[in-house]
């Protein structure tokens, strides 16, 4: 008897998930954004909103819950309902490059969460001061094969992709050079264009009017190809490092055991707003320069090979936050 009544709860508990994804959405969805307002995520999903809130018939309202480098806002997304009205904008910190930072964590970036869709990426900027010693990357290489520690490169804090854009660089060389960890972006960048470090990687679509007002100086970006915001500036490819490419990367992810049919209605709909030609080239302007039509599962290989390589640059970095 009790075994009957088990299946039934169970063939009940399927037809509500499935009754919830045939009417999904029926109300209104949060997207919670783990960076303050005006951060490069909260600007991605700000642009996506009207678009998604469009074509689902529902309202998407961004909700920014920052701090402890994403984990509140995971954390919160994983233990919320798997019915897809909870969704989050993942990115590498959040999936991959916190798994290296942190002995703990209260999420599992692949086991707590399921892919919904890629939405965009884009590219660092090797940035050293203007009129400077060095004018370019081989130059920059040269100094610190030359001098084994003594350049300093500064970032927005350990563990951000501007720190480890800098360890690839060292790994990729055989280089090395001392990592000096400001507060933020901002002051990062401060210490570049005062000659207080040697050299700094940050995120293009911040520093590329700092680069064409003069300010500082641009060496190369670190995507696969050249960032439509500094046309001008090569890759890290193109300026003598085999293999060095460095994307900042975002996606929509939803709790685990989410019904594949509301994930498959989200994919969807997210696939159907980016490929609007006027959002792509709003996104482009923005300094957003990469884009992938995937499907869930692609996502999710993206997301594995992803983790492949960021722990370790991680984890040969030294940083950690515990």
């Known amino acids: 008897?009790?075994?009957?009544?088990?299946?039934?709860?169970?063939?009940?508990?399927?037809?509500?998930?499935?009754?919830?994804?045939?009417?999904?959405?029926?109300r209104p969805i949060t997207l919670v954004v783990p960076l303050a307002a005006g951060s490069t995520a909260d600007i991605l999903a700000r642009a996506i909103q009207?678009?998604?809130?469009?074509?689902?018939g529902q309202s998407v309202v961004v909700e920014n819950k920052a701090g402890g480098s994403g984990l509140i806002a995971m954390n919160y997304v994983a233990r919320s309902a798997p019915d897809g009205y909870t969704l989050v904008m993942g990115s590498n910190n959040t999936w991959a490059i916190n798994l290296g930072l942190f002995k703990t964590m209260p999420y599992d970036p692949q086991k707590d969460f399921a892919p919904v869709a890629y939405l965009a990426g884009g590219s660092n900027v090797l940035i050293v001061k203007q009129g400077g010693k060095y004018d370019s990357v081989k130059a920059l290489i040269d100094a610190m094969r030359q001098h084994p520690g003594r350049l300093t490169f500064s970032s927005g804090g350990n563990g951000t992709t501007h720190h480890l854009s800098a360890e690839n660089l060292k790994a990729l060389t055989d280089t090395n050079a001392t990592h000096i960890p400001y507060r933020g972006a901002p002051q990062g960048v401060t210490a570049v264009m005062a000659g207080e470090v040697d050299f700094g990687f940050y995120n293009t679509p911040s520093v590329s009017g700092l680069v064409k007002e003069g300010k500082v100086k641009a060496l190369a970006t670190t995507g696969e190809a050249r960032s439509p915001l500094l046309p001008e500036i090569p890759t890290m490819?193109?300026?003598g490092v085999p293999g060095y490419v460095i994307s900042v990367d975002f996606g929509l992810l939803a709790p685990a055991r989410t019904p594949q049919a509301v994930i498959d209605r989200l994919n969807e709909t997210t696939r159907a707003v980016m490929n609007d030609p006027?959002?792509?080239?709003?996104?482009?302007?923005?300094?957003y320069e990469?884009?992938?039509?995937?499907t869930p599962a692609q996502f999710a290989k993206f997301i594995q090979q992803d983790i492949d390589k960021w722990v370790p640059l991680v984890k040969r970095s030294g940083a950690t936050i515990d």
């Open 1 to 26: 008897m009790k075994k009957i009544l088990g299946v039934c709860l169970a063939a009940l508990a399927g037809y509500g998930f499935s009754a919830q994804a045939d009417n999904f959405p029926s």
């Open 50 to 56: 009207p678009g998604l809130s469009e074509r689902l």
């Open 237 to 239: 490819i193109e300026a």
């Open 278 to 287: 006027k959002l792509q080239e709003r996104l482009k302007a923005l300094g």
């Open 290 to 294: 990469v884009y992938r039509d995937e």
